[in-house]
Nanobody
Framework: QVQLVESGGGLVQAGSSLRLSCAASGTFYDINDMGWYRQAPGKQRELVASIITTGVVNYADSVKGRFTISRDNAKNTVYLQMSGLKPEDTAVYYC?????????????????WGKGTLVTVSS
């Protein structure tokens, strides 16, 4: 199984930067897909950014050019560097992991979520 623990959220002013981290622990061989989702009050959870083991990334249009996702495979950690933050970025940010392998040949048939970290951007 996999446990995901996020850190780095907080209250910042518009235009500021913030870095989120998510560390994965547990019993697994590797994790192919790690990413960040967010959920604002009254809205559905949405993808912010994702990255696979080879480094291929995907971003929501709303954060392109402002957010950068990266990962350290040796530490099983994914990061989200956020800059130019806007009030509309205010949300709970969740770490997500998918494509978890228990061995080179066996993959878990489920994905995992962290508990979330709150990012609040004031105007």
């Amino acid at each position: 199984q996999v446990q995901l623990v996020e850190s780095g959220g907080g209250l910042v002013q518009a235009g500021s930067s913030l870095r989120l981290s998510c560390a994965a622990s547990g019993t697994f061989y590797d994790i192919n897909d790690m990413g960040w989702y967010r959920q604002a009050p009254g809205k559905q959870r949405e993808l912010v950014a994702s990255i696979i083991t080879t480094g291929v990334v995907n971003y929501a249009d709303s954060v392109k050019g402002r957010f950068t996702i990266s990962r350290d495979n040796a530490k099983n950690t994914v990061y989200l560097q956020m800059s130019g933050l806007k009030p509309e970025d205010t949300a709970v940010y969740y770490c997500h992991a998918d494509g978890v392998r228990t061995s080179p040949y066996i993959r878990y048939d489920k994905d995992y979520w962290g508990k979330g970290t709150l990012v609040t951007v004031s105007s």
